[in-house]
């Protein structure tokens, strides 16, 4: 084997170690800001929990934010990627029912990563010069909302849900409601919880049966 391609090698392994250990970083991060918190949360906490020195996360991220800013766009990346072909489907009303299956999929599929977005208090970041920053959950939402508009302009809705901001409130009330609460109380003696993707259909039929402005129509072609 060639000097160059030994170099090539070493460095090739150097990148997925630092990958690797940025992972196991961001994981333990992730979990410490579910279990106690944000602000609880320290730099020095996060190294403790993987056995490492505050030194050497700080060598990987420059500060918390850092390593929020990046869990987030991790995570909402992941969510993204599920809702994105969603997007395609013409019929506005189909469209919103299959993005309340696929977030209650991610929910049950991604369970800390879904602690972490959407039932964690996240701070409102900042970029390199110190501009705030849309909080990365709001790019999700307006694509929420964004579908509803379409099928309040298309009349599809009842004539008294003209807000779409409203609208997609609920509609993420009700999936988000379906999947916090499996993931706080799916070991509940007391109460036999069924599995959200069981629930999920029906829900959203009753949900949607009450906004449509007809529930008998035909979705357009």
Not at 99 to 115: D, H, L, S, T
Not at 122 to 140: F, I, M, N, S
Not at 141 to 161: C, G, K, M, N, T
Request: net charge neutral.
């Amino acid at each position: 084997m060639s000097t160059e391609a030994i170099r090539s090698n070493s460095l090739a392994r150097r990148e997925r170690q630092k990958a690797e250990t940025r992972q196991i970083i961001l994981d333990a991060a992730r979990a410490l800001f579910v279990e106690a918190g944000i602000g609880a949360t320290t730099m020095r906490a996060i190294a403790l929990r993987i056995g490492y020195t505050p030194t050497a996360i700080y060598h990987h991220f420059r500060d918390k934010e850092a390593l929020i800013a990046e869990l987030c766009l991790a995570d909402f990346g992941t969510l993204g990627r599920a809702l994105h072909a969603i997007g395609t489907i013409p019929d506005p009303l189909e469209r919103l029912r299959q993005m309340g299956k696929a977030y209650v999929g991610f929910a049950v599929e991604n369970p800390q990563q879904y602690r972490f977005m959407f039932m964690t208090e996240l701070p409102l970041l900042q970029d390199a010069a110190g501009v705030k920053q849309r909080r990365p959950e709001e790019d999700a939402f307006d694509f929420l909302r964004q579908s509803v508009a379409e099928a309040i302009a298309q009349a599809r809705l009842r004539p008294e849900h003209t807000d779409p901001n409203a609208v997609a409130q609920l509609l993420w009330s009700g999936v988000h409601g379906l999947a916090a609460l499996w993931l706080t109380h799916e070991c509940d003696t007391v109460v036999a919880l069924q599995h959200p993707l069981r629930l999920v259909d029906t829900m959203l039929t009753a949900m949607m049966q009450g906004l449509e402005a007809d529930p008998g129509r035909r979705s357009p072609t």
